[in-house]
């Protein structure tokens, strides 16, 4: 039936084309008026689409374009309806439009974003359909970016021990993080956009030393006498040196101490006191009279290495010889009785003044204050070990629990003090410009205070509160440029410790870095490996996933390789933060 009606209608075209009569003439004629509007209809109705689709494309771009300029403060909100104008212009090159008009509005954030929005109107002259009085077809576009609705925290945790000091690291590293710093500062289009904390770590980390009364601090063991020394009160110690007895040590005697036994020797007072000297033997006059203080330690007896290398005692043991009226209850080994007032043997208090009264000068100088305390803070837990997993968490300080308080330690390799987040950038750089390079390994310690700085608690005030209409990501940057070496148990500050790991990363379910990424924190981990070491499947491990399938983790192999690997980190953080 199609075939067949079409067929007809050819036909009849083809007669009504061949008549010459004067009527079919006339019809054509009038036919021509209508059928050329329609088809010069659709000519001008194309020209205009594809004017239209420019404007879109031009429009598309300008809104993108204008939103980054304004988000990285490279324009202000004045700035941005010309900006726009001025962008569409070089952008929009249809010739077929005229009157084009451009107007950009900044909406700024209510909960969903900031936006911009670029309307285009335009005019497109006809050419056909001027014949029914329609000189021109009115067009316009849209195009709406939105962005920036994410804020970010970040903790840059930053591996300062020793070995940073070789092949031009510690430069690197200050280099990198400046430039790191930077990239974040211009990423933020309010101050409140991006706040960083620095957290430079090494066995230690330094919390500030005027925290020194805070509540949080646990004074146990910074106030403890040398465990190797830790005799029954009423006894003497066996293996001093020279198997001398304990009571028998006093003013003018042999220092009963020695590397080799002990880890440590003799001071003419607590050696943490400027102008300590060591002593061969025990002060016989003055205000020190009789002070046993013990030196630096150097890591333990027997000339080993351990947890205790570059650690002070904070207090001396006096000396005070007993007399008592009679012998009565007293054997030959404690008192010489021989005259009266009987001479007992000599006792001995580790920092007097905190339990003797009345307090002497004496008692005074073999008792430190807190407030030499140098900042320094190690692992939560009790000294024999870990305990309630409070080194791999950020749980606040319970009253009575001194193993969930931050431990003090006076130690030689106290690392630069933390910074708390903060958006001062001025400060963060010359913190940055600050960072020197001293002591042995412990990445736990640096991972959970760079959690701490992002949650509060200790030393780290509440971080600003989180504004209901954004939304924010928690970050951690890792960097070590080596394995762990030591910690608070474990370790003698050379050689890689698997204990200190599995306090880091023991099992995809055990750790501190379970217990960070379980936060809903994002960690970044970089591996400066200058030594040709294996990869760190440790610092691997720690990583957060990659949107790539892989891990948030770069392994460079020299130290100018560190700002590329910051500079990568940079550009994902920025990149998350102004999403369009």
């Known amino acids: 039936m199609p075939s067949a009606l079409f067929t007809q209608l050819r036909k009849s075209a083809a007669r009504f084309i061949a008549d010459r009569s004067g009527n079919i003439a006339v019809l054509f004629g009038i036919a021509c008026v209508p059928l050329i509007t329609f088809v010069g209809a659709a000519v001008d109705y194309s020209r205009a689409v594809a004017a239209r689709t420019a404007m879109q494309s031009a429009l598309d771009s300008t809104a993108l374009m204008v939103a980054k300029d304004y988000s990285l403060n490279k324009i202000s909100a004045s700035e941005i309806d010309g900006k726009a104008k001025s962008i569409f212009s070089a952008l929009y090159t249809n010739k077929s439009a005229n009157s084009v008009e451009v107007v950009a509005v900044l ?86 956009d991006v706040y960083v904390s620095i957290i430079p770590f090494s066995k230690d980390v330094n919390v500030g030393a005027s925290n020194y009364t805070a509540n949080w601090i646990d004074w146990t063991d910074w106030k403890s006498q040398p465990p190797v020394l830790d005799y029954a009160k009423s006894g003497s110690k066996s293996g001093l040196v020279d198997n001398v007895a304990w009571k028998d040590v006093g003013p003018g005697s042999k220092c009963p101490f020695s590397d080799s036994k ?3 020797v003799c001071t003419d007072r607590p050696a943490t006191e400027a102008n300590a000297n060591k002593v061969s033997n025990i002060p016989s006059n003055g205000t020190r009279k009789g002070l046993i203080c013990p030196s630096m330690d150097t890591g333990g007896p027997n000339g080993t290495t351990g947890p205790r290398n570059g650690l002070y005692y904070n207090g001396c043991y006096d000396s005070v010889q007993r007399t008592v009226a009679s012998c009565t209850g007293y054997n030959s080994t404690e008192c010489s009785c021989s005259g009266w007032p009987s001479v007992c043997k000599i006792y001995h208090t580790w920092r007097p003044a905190d339990t003797v009264t009345p307090v002497t000068a004496a008692d005074t100088a073999a008792t430190p204050s807190t407030s030499t305390w140098n900042g320094c803070v190690t692992d939560r837990g009790t000294y024999s070990g870990p305990s309630n997993d409070y080194d791999r968490n950020v749980s606040l300080p319970l009253s009575g629990v001194p193993a969930s308080r931050f431990p003090a330690e006076q130690i030689s390799s106290c690392a630069p003090k933390v910074t708390e987040m903060n958006n001062n950038w001025a400060t963060m750089n010359t913190t940055v410009d600050g960072l020197f390079p001293v002591g042995g390994t412990n990445q736990p310690i640096g991972l959970v205070w760079g959690w701490q700085s992002l949650v509060g608690g200790g030393p780290f005030p509440t971080p600003p509160v989180k504004d209901e209409q954004y939304t924010y990501q ?20 050379w050689d890689t410790n698997t204990s200190v790991d599995n306090r880091m990363y023991a099992s995809a379910t055990t750790g501190t870095c379970v217990n960070v990424k379980a936060a ?43 700002n590329a690997a910051f500079n990568s980190i940079a550009t994902k953080l920025t990149d998350l933060r102004v999403a369009f």
């Open 107 to 192: 909406t700024p954030n209510t909960g969903k974003g900031s936006t911009i929005k670029v309307d285009g109107t335009g005019k497109v002259p006809t050419d056909f359909m001027k014949l029914v009085n329609i000189s021109q077809i009115d067009i316009g576009a849209s195009s709406t970016t939105t962005w920036g609705s994410t804020r970010l925290r970040v903790a840059l945790v930053l591996d300062t021990t020793g070995s940073m000091n070789d092949n031009g690291k510690i430069g690197a590293l200050k280099t990198a993080t400046q430039n790191l710093l930077t990239q974040l500062k211009d990423a933020a289009g309010k101050p409140e």
């Open 262 to 264: 002990h880890g440590f």
């Open 474 to 493: 928690d970050i951690i940057v890792l960097m070590s440029d080596g394995l762990n070496t030591v910690d608070r148990w474990y370790g003698n500050g």
């Open 520 to 562: 809903g924190i994002k960690v970044y981990t970089v591996h400066v490996n200058t030594n040709g070491s294996p990869e760190s499947t440790l610092l691997k491990n720690c990583a957060s996933p990659a949107d790539d399938g892989g891990k948030e983790f770069q392994m460079v192999t020299s130290a100018s390789g560190l």
